[in-house]
């Protein structure tokens, strides 16, 4: 009889068990663990630089997805896909750079109307930006003031984390000040000195290093809008290889051309130093580390040209 009775409490037991776990899946009821997923912002950043400074300032409470992470592609002919659309109708923050650099976005937005979702856009929050230039992210003070930016979105998404995002932000801040220094090093050292660009992107690093280009304005601007230079502006910039006019050659690797590689030819020919650059961001890179990298490459091809100033 004892026997019986333990086997009917244990049936019960189970029995009681099963019940709370149907209940519990009918209810849509979550585990602790499922209940911190819910709480994730969900972020879809146009492309990949973006996406890695939201998830610096976000840390664990965010979940990142970055359109555009090819560095071996050409940005200007990106053509968003039906995977895209999804994440961004899901998304809580969506982050993009504007100036008709990622109209493809603006697109995916139009197809998923959501008054709660926050939009941000580089090009509009950029404190520093250069006249028809959409690359505002080689601006480090851009960067920064773009940051803070996310910051001030992520504490509206999740506000009860606020300090923590705001704790993100300053370390994130001090993580810049080695790019800005290494700036100021290429500015004491190189003032002056000459250099070529086959595009527009990295006249916001030029600036502030002191460099003096000398390739067309006009040139740079036709590359990186993807029309062709003018024969003239063409001619001037080989001649300014060519002649050896230039110290360094600054090369867009991912807005290549046959004028731009014959400019890359020749300067090789002429060693000229040849310093590559891209648009998006190299994989298992940060930005700080992919800017420096960047940075550090062209100080050693000034420095191999023995012109300081």
């Given at each position: 009889?004892?026997?019986?009775?333990t086997i009917g409490i244990i049936v019960l037991v189970i029995i009681g068990?099963?019940?709370?776990?149907?209940?519990?899946?009918?209810?849509?009821?979550?585990?602790?663990?499922?209940?911190?997923?819910?709480?994730?912002?969900?972020?879809?950043?146009?492309?990949?630089?973006?996406?890695?400074?939201?998830?610096?300032?976000?840390?664990?409470?965010?979940?990142?997805?970055?359109?555009?992470?090819?560095?071996?592609?050409?940005?200007?002919?990106?053509?968003?896909?039906?995977?895209?659309?999804?994440?961004?109708?899901?998304?809580?923050?969506?982050?993009?750079n504007g100036d008709d650099y990622d109209t493809w976005m603006d697109k995916?937005?139009?197809?998923?109307?959501?008054?709660?979702?926050?939009?941000?856009?580089?090009?509009?929050?950029?404190?520093?930006?250069?006249?028809?230039?959409?690359?505002?992210?080689?601006?480090?003070?851009?960067?920064?003031?773009?940051?803070?930016?996310?910051?001030?979105?992520?504490?509206?998404?999740?506000?009860?984390?606020?300090?923590?995002?705001?704790?993100?932000?300053?370390?994130?801040?001090?993580?810049?000040?080695?790019?800005?220094?290494?700036?100021?090093?290429?500015?004491?050292?190189?003032?002056?000195?000459?250099?070529?660009?086959?595009?527009?992107?990295?006249?916001?690093?030029?600036?502030?290093?002191?460099?003096?280009?000398?390739?067309?304005?006009?040139?740079?601007?036709?590359?990186?809008?993807?029309?062709?230079?003018?024969?003239?502006?063409?001619?001037?910039?080989?001649?300014?290889?060519?002649?050896?006019?230039?110290?360094?050659?600054?090369?867009?690797?991912?807005?290549?051309?046959?004028?731009?590689?014959?400019?890359?030819?020749?300067?090789?020919?002429?060693?000229?130093?040849?310093?590559?650059?891209?648009?998006?961001?190299?994989?298992?890179?940060?930005?700080?580390?992919?800017?420096?990298?960047?940075?550090?490459?062209?100080?050693?091809?000034?420095?191999?040209?023995?012109?300081?100033?």
């Open positions: 009889m004892k026997n019986k009775l068990i099963g019940f709370v776990l149907y209940k519990t899946s009918k209810t849509g009821s979550m585990s602790p663990s499922n209940q911190a997923e819910s709480n994730i912002i969900n972020i879809v950043a146009a492309e990949n630089f973006y996406g890695d400074i939201a998830e610096q300032l976000g840390g664990n409470k965010v979940q990142v997805l970055s359109i555009l992470s090819d560095p071996n592609a050409d940005p200007h002919e990106y053509e968003s896909s039906v995977k895209d659309a999804e994440a961004v109708s899901k998304a809580q923050i969506v982050i993009k995916l937005l139009s197809a998923s109307p959501n008054s709660n979702r926050i939009v941000l856009t580089g090009v509009d929050i950029a404190n520093h930006k250069l006249p028809d230039n959409p690359h505002v992210w080689y601006g480090v003070d851009n960067v920064q003031t773009i940051a803070a930016s996310i910051t001030d979105s992520l504490k509206k998404a999740d506000p009860a984390d606020s300090s923590t995002f705001d704790s993100n932000l300053a370390t994130f801040d001090n993580s810049l000040q080695p790019l800005q220094q290494k700036i100021a090093d290429i500015k004491a050292k190189y003032t002056g000195t000459p250099v070529g660009l086959t595009e527009t992107i990295y006249l916001y690093q030029t600036g502030p290093e002191g460099l003096n280009v000398l390739t067309p304005l006009a040139f740079e601007r036709a590359v990186a809008e993807g029309n062709d230079p003018s024969a003239d502006d063409v001619a001037k910039s080989n001649d300014q290889i060519t002649g050896k006019e230039v110290k360094v050659l600054i090369y867009n690797e991912q807005t290549i051309t046959p004028i731009t590689t014959n400019l890359q030819n020749e300067a090789k020919q002429q060693n000229i130093p040849v310093v590559p650059v891209t648009e998006t961001m190299p994989t298992n890179k940060h930005y700080q580390s992919w800017m420096m990298g960047q940075l550090t490459a062209l100080e050693n091809a000034l420095a191999s040209t023995t012109v300081s100033h």
